[in-house]
């Protein structure tokens, strides 16, 4: 139909801790949605999944961002801005961006917070 019904799933670790609501019919979602979670000390990655919901069958995989903690690790006051969409199935070409905010809350590490904000996507 030329749209899609976006929703946005954020995984810890491969763990899934957020998820959007669904933008039904369209292809350039607002969510501007703002969540603060636990971080765990061990945390090796935030994976932002795009995905299309489909009442009919499995929801699809639009794209994914990977922000690991090396990269937090470059931008101490967190990181803010476009980032293109990567393919989860190879043989799948992705196109897209998703507009977000991640940002590792609180000096020590036993009691640092996430804060991830999902904007937007086009």
Request: charged share 25%; proline share 4%.
């Amino acid at each position: 139909t030329g749209s899609s019904d976006p929703y946005c799933i954020v995984k810890i670790d491969n763990e899934a801790i957020i998820r959007t609501a669904t933008v039904w019919k369209t292809l350039s979602p607002f969510w501007g949605e703002e969540y603060e979670v636990h971080l765990q000390p061990t945390f090796h990655s935030i994976s932002i999944y795009v995905m299309d919901e489909d009442a009919l069958s499995r929801d699809d995989v639009i794209g994914k961002v990977c922000i690991t903690r090396d990269m937090l690790a470059e931008h101490p006051k967190g990181y803010s801005g476009w980032v293109s969409l990567s393919e989860v199935d190879p043989d799948e070409e992705v196109q897209g961006e998703i507009h977000l905010s991640v940002e590792v809350l609180g000096g020590q590490v036993s009691r640092r917070l996430l804060r991830c904000t999902v904007l937007e996507a086009r």
